[in-house]
């Protein structure tokens, strides 16, 4: 029975909620300017590739993967307001820097490639988010308060690019103001708003944010990161060690959460083009419809969960949650016969229609309308003759791609809040931030290492080997939750001071 003055209660959650903002606030400043930054790149520096895009791309999780231990570390030893507020600047800075870089005369495209690495460096504070919430929470409030917060983070990825959309009605010319040499257009416009909400989260921290520790019974203690607020507290009982086993397991398994779903977002273009003989602006279109679906249906299940837990315990909701993801890539493994259209390469000045092999062989009054060349102005489309497996891999249906989808962004959501709460649980009264940093970072990891795997896979070896080794690699994760299945508990349980 655990007693807790009013006061302290709401400044303790009026505290986490500015956590939820600040993880919101650090999601979207990856995906409001995502959508924009090639035509951006290509504007302001004609000299980049779509290879130093994917620098561009990658270089946030870098920023984001080297700055989280950092600040982890950080947090452990000072008030968590002062690794909070410096990485929030960083990232403003860096949000002005993108703004800028059409100023330099040459090598535009390595100041942008700087600007978005600073901005993912001050990312690296979702650690120093997740160890306060971890240690301002009771055990019975963790999963609740850990599944809030990812779902801030996916409102804010959903969000980002809803912005974006917004800040094109300013159009590409925009306004310019020459004292300042600035120019406010649809790719500066996005940065400088995320910006200055940055500004206000810094203010709010200040302001409202205060440095609070509860033990896993929910009985206030005093810590190295107190700065001098409440003095009717318990000292912390943080004798007994972490089952690093355990922690090691977890860091590896959140690997794989977050390295499969990069995979799926990267393959999702390429493959509906090459499946469906979309264009290129068919593809992003469906595709983003689709993703923004999904992100309504991780936020649905960030709420169900946390209800949900309370009656299976996490480390079920864990097993189940991988289990549909490796469900959602089996059902992506082609198995029919019909081939994906192939987009020929015809011979240069010459009209010969582009079919696929089937049609050559149809006759003459079920041929399909005849096809523009390629070196006409139409854009190309179907599978691309030069991946060899176009020829005889069979395509993957649309009901196929659609039904994986669903259930990807029905367990990947639950694999997230299950692997940080464990996490959290596990690491118990002790000081969490640079093993939340460590986590952050293996996120990171994932998603710089998962699109670089898929694209060659995908690009020489197809689908079939691509999907079959995610769907082994997610197996090997679900061997290695059955094994260390049952050291999976609470600091607290595991030492006898609380019933699991």
Same mark, same amino acid.
């Given at each position: 029975?655990?007693?807790?003055?009013?006061?302290?209660?709401?400044?303790?959650?009026?505290?986490? +909620?500015?956590?939820?903002?600040?993880?919101?606030?650090?999601?979207?400043?990856?995906?409001?300017?995502?959508?924009?930054?090639?035509?951006?790149?290509?504007?302001?520096?004609?000299? %980049?590739?779509?290879?130093?895009?994917?620098?561009?791309?990658?270089?946030?999780?870098?920023?984001?993967?080297?700055? $989280?231990? !950092?600040?982890?570390?950080?947090?452990?030893?000072?008030?968590?307001?002062?690794?909070?507020?410096?990485?929030?600047?960083?990232?403003?800075?860096?949000?002005?820097?993108?703004?800028?870089?059409?100023?330099?005369?040459?090598?535009?495209?390595?100041?942008?490639?700087?600007?978005?690495?600073?901005?993912?460096?001050?990312?690296?504070?979702?650690?120093?988010?997740?160890?306060?919430?971890?240690?301002?929470?009771?055990?019975?409030?963790?999963? $609740?308060?850990?599944?809030?917060?990812?779902?801030?983070?996916?409102?804010?990825?959903?969000?980002?690019?809803?912005?974006?959309?917004?800040?094109?009605?300013?159009?590409?010319?925009?306004?310019?103001?020459?004292?300042?040499?600035?120019?406010?257009?649809?790719?500066?416009?996005?940065?400088?708003?995320?910006?200055?909400?940055?500004?206000?989260?810094?203010?709010?921290?200040?302001?409202?944010?205060?440095?609070?520790?509860?033990?896993?019974?929910?009985?206030?203690?005093?810590?190295?990161?107190?700065?001098?607020?409440?003095?009717?507290?318990?000292?912390?009982?943080?004798?007994?060690?972490?089952?690093?086993?355990?922690?090691?397991?977890?860091?590896?398994?959140?690997?794989?959460?977050?390295?499969?779903?990069?995979?799926?977002?990267?393959?999702?273009?390429?493959?509906?083009?090459?499946?469906?003989?979309?264009?290129?602006?068919?593809?992003?279109?469906?595709?983003?419809?689709? @993703?923004?679906?999904?992100?309504?249906?991780?936020?649905?299940?960030?709420?169900?969960?946390?209800?949900?837990?309370?009656?299976?315990?996490?480390?079920?909701? @864990?097993?189940?949650?991988?289990?549909?993801? !490796?469900?959602?890539?089996?059902?992506? !493994?082609?198995?029919?016969?019909?081939?994906?259209?192939?987009?020929?390469?015809?011979?240069?000045?010459?009209?010969?229609?582009?079919?696929?092999?089937?049609?050559?062989?149809?006759?003459? +009054?079920?041929?399909?309308?005849?096809?523009?060349?390629?070196?006409?102005? %139409?854009?190309?489309?179907?599978?691309?003759?030069?991946?060899? +497996?176009?020829?005889?891999?069979?395509?993957?249906?649309?009901?196929?791609?659609?039904? $994986?989808?669903?259930?990807?962004?029905?367990?990947?959501?639950?694999?997230?809040?299950?692997?940080?709460?464990?996490? $959290?649980?596990?690491?118990?009264?002790?000081?969490?931030?640079?093993?939340?940093? +460590?986590?952050?970072?293996?996120?990171?990891?994932?998603?710089?290492?998962?699109?670089?795997?898929?694209?060659?896979?995908?690009?020489?070896?197809?689908?079939?080997?691509?999907?079959?080794?995610?769907?082994?690699?997610?197996?090997?994760? !679900?061997?290695?939750?059955?094994?260390?299945?049952?050291?999976?508990?609470?600091?607290?349980?595991?030492?006898?001071?609380?019933?699991?």
């Amino acid at each position: 029975d655990v007693v807790e003055s009013q006061e302290h209660f709401k400044s303790r959650w009026r505290s986490i +909620w500015i956590m939820y903002l600040t993880m919101f606030l650090s999601s979207v400043g990856f995906s409001i300017v995502i959508m924009s930054v090639w035509p951006y790149l290509q504007k302001i520096d004609p000299t %980049a590739n779509a290879s130093f895009l994917g620098w561009i791309i990658a270089s946030y999780s870098i920023g984001q993967m080297v700055a $989280s231990p !950092l600040f982890g570390l950080w947090s452990n030893y000072r008030p968590r307001r002062e690794p909070l507020v410096i990485s929030t600047a960083i990232s403003v800075a860096a949000n002005c820097l993108y703004a800028y870089v059409h100023v330099p005369p040459s090598h535009n495209k390595y100041y942008m490639l700087t600007a978005r690495a600073l901005v993912g460096f001050g990312a690296g504070n979702v650690a120093v988010v997740r160890s306060y919430i971890a240690g301002a929470t009771s055990l019975t409030e963790r999963t $609740s308060a850990m599944a809030n917060t990812s779902a801030c983070q996916a409102v804010g990825f959903i969000l980002g690019p809803v912005f974006q959309t917004c800040f094109t009605l300013i159009g590409e010319e925009g306004i310019t103001w020459k004292f300042i040499s600035l120019q406010l257009n649809m790719y500066t416009a996005p940065v400088l708003f995320g910006a200055l909400l940055g500004v206000i989260n810094i203010i709010l921290i200040f302001a409202i944010f205060r440095e609070h520790r509860v033990d896993d019974m929910g009985r206030q203690y005093k810590s190295i990161n107190s700065d001098g607020e409440g003095s009717d507290v318990l000292d912390q009982n943080t004798e007994g060690s972490i089952d690093h086993v355990a922690v090691v397991a977890l860091n590896i398994l959140f690997f794989v959460i977050l390295f499969v779903f990069a995979v799926f977002e990267t393959i999702a273009t390429p493959l509906t083009m090459d499946m469906y003989s979309w264009t290129r602006k068919e593809a992003v279109f469906y595709n983003g419809i689709i @993703l923004s679906m999904i992100g309504i249906e991780s936020v649905i299940v960030f709420m169900v969960v946390k209800t949900l837990s309370k009656k299976t315990g996490e480390r079920a909701i @864990l097993h189940a949650g991988l289990l549909i993801v !490796l469900v959602g890539f089996f059902i992506l !493994l082609p198995w029919g016969k019909k081939l994906p259209n192939i987009q020929w390469q015809e011979i240069k000045n010459t009209t010969i229609p582009r079919t696929a092999p089937s049609e050559m062989l149809a006759p003459f +009054w079920s041929l399909p309308e005849l096809r523009l060349p390629s070196n006409h102005t %139409a854009e190309p489309v179907g599978c691309p003759v030069t991946q060899s +497996w176009c020829l005889n891999t069979p395509m993957i249906y649309l009901a196929q791609y659609i039904s $994986s989808d669903v259930l990807i962004g029905l367990g990947y959501p639950v694999c997230n809040v299950m692997s940080y709460t464990l996490y $959290s649980k596990v690491l118990g009264p002790k000081p969490q931030g640079v093993y939340m940093g +460590w986590l952050t970072a293996s996120g990171s990891g994932a998603r710089i290492l998962g699109p670089v795997f898929v694209s060659q896979i995908y690009t020489h070896l197809g689908p079939r080997w691509a999907f079959s080794l995610i769907c082994g690699v997610v197996v090997v994760s !679900l061997l290695l939750l059955e094994i260390v299945y049952k050291r999976l508990i609470a600091f607290s349980v595991r030492y006898g001071r609380m019933q699991e």
